[in-house]
């Protein structure tokens, strides 16, 4: 148990890795994630993140992101503001957010002004779709890489695996609302790994 009164397990994971040397670098970093992220950027941070750049484990990863969506509003701005205020402070949450923000929306008013012109053709309307294709199998491969990154949780795989599951039968099957799966199931996998890493400090 740490000073703060979290487990030590938990406070290890979230504050490992490098670190971004400077706000210039945060911003220009998230810029380059928010340009890469069609259909969504899940995929791309944790690339970025975990993989290219080393500033988060994915075990830190997978905890930033819980936390990400369990807050209101946009996941991957949720995370921008916690990464760059926990290295700089508000400054960096400012940066980190306005990276994932400012040339997207250049972009996007661009891009939304060409598309105006081109929403007629069925050409356009088929590209979009196999856009859509693409981005479902990034999110769907960055789940898997999530998913085997979980097999050192503290409540075991096989645990993981049985909330994943029951994750994605209340989404996909019964359709349950989003915040209903999210305080439910997360907040009996919160507990139950809470209770576990207390036992174990």
Not at 133 to 158: C, W
Request: proline share 3%; charged share 15%; glycine share 12%.
């Amino acid at each position: 148990m740490s000073e703060r009164g979290v487990p030590a397990a938990t406070e290890t994971a979230t504050t490992a890795g490098a670190a971004p040397r400077g706000l210039l670098e945060l911003f220009w970093a998230f810029s380059w994630m928010s340009l890469q992220g069609f259909g969504g950027v899940m995929a791309v941070v944790q690339r970025e993140l975990v993989e290219k750049r080393g500033w988060l484990s994915n075990d830190a990863f997978i905890e930033d992101w819980a936390v990400a969506q369990v807050m209101p509003g946009p996941n991957v701005c949720n995370l921008a503001l916690m990464f760059g205020d926990r290295h700089f402070g508000w400054r960096g949450a400012v940066t980190a957010l306005g990276g994932l923000l400012v040339l997207p929306l250049a972009l996007l008013i661009a891009l939304a002004t060409l598309y105006g012109s081109l929403s007629g053709h069925t050409e356009a309307a088929g590209a979009l779709r196999g856009m859509g294709a693409v981005a479902a199998g990034l999110i769907a491969g960055t789940s898997l890489k999530l998913l085997a990154g979980l097999r050192r949780h503290p409540l075991g795989f096989t645990v993981v695996l049985a909330f994943a599951a029951a994750a994605f039968a209340a989404l996909a099957l019964l359709r349950w609302p989003l915040f209903v799966i999210v305080l439910g199931l997360g907040g009996a996998a919160w507990c139950l790994t809470w209770r576990r890493l207390l036992k174990e400090a």
